[in-house]
């Protein structure tokens, strides 16, 4: 089954320090990529997307992440965490037929 | 100026009634969907309209019955409600049925009693 795995359920980082997210994805094709964020109690809101163009893409709010094919992996960083960054973060895919499939999300705590 | 705006944002109903929640897009996009959020933070696609048509239907149970009078709003109507309905129900849409981006509402945060 075409999927995405988000391998962390919940990640605390210092405020200032790098944020790393990870997602894994099966497929035997590119996919196309997304991560979205979901502050609380709000809607989801697209931080980047990949749909095979550079492997490497820049999204909102500094926000990152690079498409590795050799490891089937989507993981989202930033350099440096902000408070303002504490959401919940979801990595998800479209199949051909534009039906995304979304991970079970990782919840970022950003401690001050 | 909402992209994709659904209505009611909060909707606390007791069981066994029903209650519908709006979506309107003002995109100008051809596909729009209804996704559930569980408790656990899990979304899962539930419908998937094309141009007023139906393309994806997951399996829900037939008390869920989604509405699109015309291609900008895709309605959800939920018969006999039960607590096991409680969940954040996303509307969104995209371009078309093949694009590889959809924008999504503020959700709805649906509690049964």
């Known amino acids: 089954a075409q999927s995405v795995t988000q391998l962390d359920s919940h990640v605390s980082v210092s405020e200032g320090t790098p944020v790393l997210l990870r997602c894994n994805y099966s497929?035997?094709?590119?996919?196309?990529l997304f991560w979205y964020v979901q502050h609380p109690n709000k809607g989801l809101q697209l931080l980047l997307k990949?749909?095979?163009?550079?492997?490497l893409v820049k999204g909102i709010n500094g926000f990152e992440a690079e498409f590795k094919k050799s490891e089937t992996s989507f993981h989202l960083t930033k350099p440096s965490a902000h408070m303002s960054d504490a959401a919940e973060y979801f990595c998800?895919?479209?199949?051909?037929?534009?039906?995304?499939?979304f991970g079970t999300g990782t919840s970022l705590t950003v401690i001050p | 100026d909402t992209a994709v705006s659904q209505t009611p944002k909060y909707l606390v109903t007791q069981m066994g009634n029903d209650k519908s929640i709006k979506c309107e897009q003002n995109l100008g996009h051809d596909t729009m969907y209804w996704y559930k959020q569980d408790s656990k933070k899990f979304l899962k696609i539930m419908f998937s309209?094309?141009?007023?048509?139906?393309?994806i239907n997951e399996t829900v149970p037939n008390r869920f019955s989604p509405k699109s009078p015309d291609k900008a709003h895709l309605n959800l109507h939920i018969n006999s409600l039960e607590l096991g309905d409680s969940a954040v129900y996303f509307c969104?849409?995209?371009?078309?049925?093949?694009?590889?981006?959809?924008?999504f509402g503020q959700g709805t945060r649906l509690t049964v009693v």
């Open positions: 309209y094309n141009n007023k048509e139906l393309i």
């Open positions: 990949y749909t095979s163009a550079a492997t």
């Open positions: 969104a849409s995209s371009v078309r049925q093949d694009s590889p981006e959809a924008f």
């Open positions: 998800a895919r479209a199949n051909t037929g534009n039906q995304f499939y």
């Open positions: 497929s035997s094709y590119s996919p196309s």
